[in-house]
């Protein structure tokens, strides 16, 4: 594992316009000099940064991502944002001062995450922070790779999030995570109370716990923020909460917010959780990586797109032991 470099996040120059992505905020740094910040998912550095930025720049993202913001707040689940939020619209040319954006939809395992090219006068970027290739939208990771390609990049930058992890691990798909929640729900008696400890940066994912349960004869009753974070997704299903209890179940699990919550009971920890017991302030939880390639997939997705040369960004915030091609460890501070 190779040390952290400084400022790893990816800066974006050209004669008049400086373009922060994914930037993180630390209380010993500061962002310096920038004209716009392009956030392109969502994590606890997306969400420190929204938190405690105190600059008036523009902030673009996703409306997927921006719709979860809002949501999120709206259900308490995240404090108010003051910053700036602009959407970065998919599939459409935007000129940012001097340099030309182009969004993509993507899937990384979590809400409104998308791809990037980045267009200057002297060279083309694209820019992936990671994608999750055992997911739920596979059309939408290929065709953003075929819109790589087409483009000849110059330049790709890459998340270590997809970096071959050293030890040899499963690889969790989303039919994967329901099916983990079935054998939970049949290893435990009917009589015996179960609870849940789950993530809202994928209401996607919730909505299919939720059936999965439902169908198993376990319905999840829901706390009040999560409830309302879902209904405003999918208003026209019906959750249960504890003023709207199951009638015709022999037993329910609780979803709980708080990890202290779960010491005498049968808890099913979301497979996406990379701290179980790791509950920040607002109550959101860390998850777990899902989107370490093998070597042989790494290789093969970089071949397809055929840059002139590859960046990689460490991700400083992973507790696995990713496998960092030295070669790609070089500045993240580009003039296009």
């Not at 596979?138 to 970096?163: C, P, V, Y």
């Amino acid at each position: 594992m190779v040390n952290h470099l400084p400022d790893n996040y990816l800066t974006l120059n050209s004669e008049q316009t400086r373009i922060l992505c994914d930037p993180i905020l630390t209380d010993d740094t500061d962002l310096g000099e920038h004209d716009y910040i392009i956030l392109t998912h969502i994590d606890f550095d997306t969400l420190d940064l929204l938190d405690n930025y105190v600059g008036s720049k523009p902030i673009y993202l996703s409306f997927e991502l921006f719709k979860l913001i809002q949501k999120l707040v709206r259900a308490d689940l995240l404090e108010p944002v003051q910053a700036n939020l602009k959407i970065l619209p998919y599939n459409y040319s935007v000129k940012l001062g001097g340099i030309q954006m182009a969004a993509f939809k993507n899937d990384d395992g979590q809400f409104g995450s998308f791809t990037l090219i980045a267009r200057g006068s002297h060279s083309t970027i694209g820019y992936c922070d990671s994608f999750y290739s055992h997911g739920n939208h596979k059309k939408r990771i290929k065709k953003w790779k075929k819109a790589f390609r087409e483009k000849q990049l110059d330049t790709l930058i890459l998340g270590s999030k997809i970096a071959p992890i050293s030890e040899q691990k499963n690889i969790l798909s989303e039919n994967g995570m329901q099916e983990m929640l079935l054998k939970f729900i049949t290893k435990n008696p009917a009589d015996q109370p179960l609870t849940a400890l789950l993530s809202p940066f994928d209401p996607e994912r919730l909505y299919r716990y939720d059936k999965t349960a439902k169908q198993n004869q376990r319905p999840i009753v829901w706390d009040k923020n999560y409830l309302q974070l879902l209904e405003s997704f999918y208003p026209f299903a019906e959750f249960f909460s504890a003023k709207n209890l199951p009638t015709t179940a022999q037993s329910i699990i609780v979803q709980v917010e708080q990890s202290q919550q779960l010491k005498h009971m049968n808890t099913f920890l979301d497979p996406a959780l990379l701290h179980p017991n790791a509950v920040n302030i607002a109550g959101l939880i860390y998850q777990k990586h899902l989107c370490a390639l093998t070597l042989a997939e790494l290789n093969e997705f970089v071949s397809y797109i055929d840059p002139g040369q590859v960046i990689m960004k460490e991700d400083r915030s992973l507790a696995q032991d990713h496998s960092i091609p030295q070669k790609w460890l070089r500045s993240l501070e580009l003039t296009i």
